[in-house]
């Protein structure tokens, strides 16, 4: 913890934030007239923002070189869970009381809850092996299993559209949601299409190439190039 930067620190006070705001907007009754539906929605947009941002680290170090915004994927996948977890205790918990009846019968109104349980539980082996030590001890099987984030992601997207007021096939009504994830998910998918990502990857380690000026006289490689081995990055493949 000693050791965060500045970025990691800012990514933790931002993630810690819409909670504080949520917590004060409960206890001075600012949270709506139906505060258990602002409180579900809110939390819900939380988790869906904050997923799609660990997944937008990657593209953006390949795009930009940030290495430093590898460090941030891992904590924001965690605070994605945490608000998800937050998000399903304020439906089952507060507005249902833990009444399991209930909220199966409530599942015949609203299929969507069923997306966001399949989403849910594809969150929680990735929030629970999220550790380095699993990642050691699984290798690649981590790997595959971490890539599972994009599935989740498009069933939290999926079912942020179902649950909103409005049409989202035929662009009416609340839209504007839904309507953005899917622009932005869709951008992180198209990223990850190998040949796409192969040549962002290339053009990016060009750009590094021409900036490290090498000099004239100099026998051996330059310093510095030695990272441009692409087995030396600090890029890791999952998200
Ligand atoms: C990764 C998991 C999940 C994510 C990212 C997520 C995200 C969201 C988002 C963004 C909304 C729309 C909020 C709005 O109208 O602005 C929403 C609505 C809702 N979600 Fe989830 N959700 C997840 C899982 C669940 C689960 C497991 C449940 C219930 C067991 C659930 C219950 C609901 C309900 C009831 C609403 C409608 C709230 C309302 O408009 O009254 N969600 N969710």
């Avoid at 940030?66 to 994605?80: E, F, I, T």
């Avoid at 994009?150 to 179902?162: C, I, K």
């Avoid at 380690?205 to 081995?229: D, F, H, W």
């Amino acid at each position: 913890m000693k050791n965060w930067s500045r970025l990691q620190w800012l990514t933790h006070i931002l993630c810690w934030l819409p909670l504080m705001v949520l917590t004060a907007a409960y206890f001075t009754n600012n949270l709506t007239i139906n505060p258990i539906q602002a409180a579900t929605q809110r939390s819900g947009d939380i988790a869906i923002l904050i997923l799609l941002a660990s997944l937008t680290m990657t593209p953006l170090h390949i795009l930009f070189n940030l290495p430093q915004l590898l460090k941030l994927r891992r904590p924001l996948g965690l605070y994605a869970f945490f608000y998800a977890a937050l998000h399903m205790l304020t439906y089952t918990g507060w507005d249902y009381q833990f009444d399991f009846n209930l909220i199966y019968a409530s599942i015949a109104d609203k299929p969507y809850i069923l997306i966001g349980l399949a989403a849910i539980s594809l969150l929680t082996p990735l929030a629970l092996t999220s550790h380095r030590w699993w990642q050691k001890t699984l290798g690649k099987i981590w790997k595959r299993l971490h890539q599972l984030v994009y599935l989740t992601a498009v069933l939290a997207v999926v079912h942020l559209a179902m649950a909103v007021k409005g049409d989202f096939l035929r662009l009416q009504g609340d839209i504007w949601k839904p309507l953005a994830a899917t622009v932005v998910l869709a951008v992180l998918l198209i990223v990850r299409i190998p040949p796409l990502r192969r040549a962002l990857s290339a053009r990016h380690r060009r750009r590094r190439v021409v900036k490290i000026t090498p000099q004239p006289t100099a026998k051996a490689n330059p310093p510095g190039l030695e990272s441009l081995n692409p087995q030396k990055q600090t890029e890791t493949s999952n998200h």
